[in-house]
């Protein structure tokens, strides 16, 4: 991962096309950069040791909490305390940027077919 | 700082019209979220300690470094790494997203003036 040149956000989303599959774009220090496609429900899991933060790009984003919806439109970000149960979804996609320690797994504690390899972009 | 609800970023930067002190939006373990109003050249200074991320959300960026200068447009991002000497510049107002260790200071090594002390929006 250099850090040489600017990263255009819209240049690296034109890379991939898949959803719920993170591209890591930048590293500061020992944080990931990534960039997310969402459409559909992804899984209901928890990241017990890290929080996690959403910054919508494009559409709208809601992330369920067991108590309540958080919804989330371009140019807002959330972040889901560490040990609080998620669930992302979105009716249309949606372009999301994340922000959290290397080495996160995107479906956290529950695993499953939708954890991915993260890859760069 | 409280992660109840979303951070509408927009409406942060209608709190404030200073230039060149970032104000904190939202925090993610020991990192700080800030947004950014640049207008004019700010101070060459070096953060020894950590690397720093500029994403840009309006206007022109452009951050000088001693062997180049890296132009930064909306919707791209660059991470100046530890270490290394910079000074940003911007002829309009530019908007922007910043994210580094919490208790970074704007003016790194270079103190000065313009140094900021980072409040909550």
Same mark, same amino acid.
């Given at each position: 991962? #250099? ?7 819209? =240049? *690296? ?14 590293? $500061?220090?020992?944080?990931? $950069? *990534? $960039?997310?496609? $969402? ?6 899991? #928890?990241?017990?040791? &890290? =929080? ?7 559409? &709208?984003? #809601?992330?369920?909490?067991? =108590?309540? =919806? ?36 995107? @479906? ?6 939708? @954890?991915? @390899?993260?890859?760069?972009?």
């Amino acid at each position: 991962m #250099t850090h040489d040149a600017p990263v255009d956000l819209a =240049d *690296k989303f034109a890379l991939f096309a898949e959803h719920w599959s993170p591209k890591l774009v930048a590293r $500061i220090n020992d944080y990931d $950069i *990534k $960039i997310v496609r $969402i459409l559909g429900e992804f899984v209901w899991h #928890t990241h017990e040791d &890290t =929080d996690e933060l959403f910054l919508v790009l494009e559409g &709208t984003l #809601t992330i369920q909490l067991r =108590d309540r =919806d958080v919804v989330l439109e371009p140019g807002q970000l959330f972040v889901v305390p560490r040990g609080v149960e998620h669930c992302p979804k979105a009716e249309g996609e949606v372009k999301a940027l994340l922000f959290e320690p290397e080495g996160v797994v995107n @479906t956290g504690d529950a695993g499953g077919e939708l @954890t991915a @390899t993260v890859e760069e972009v």
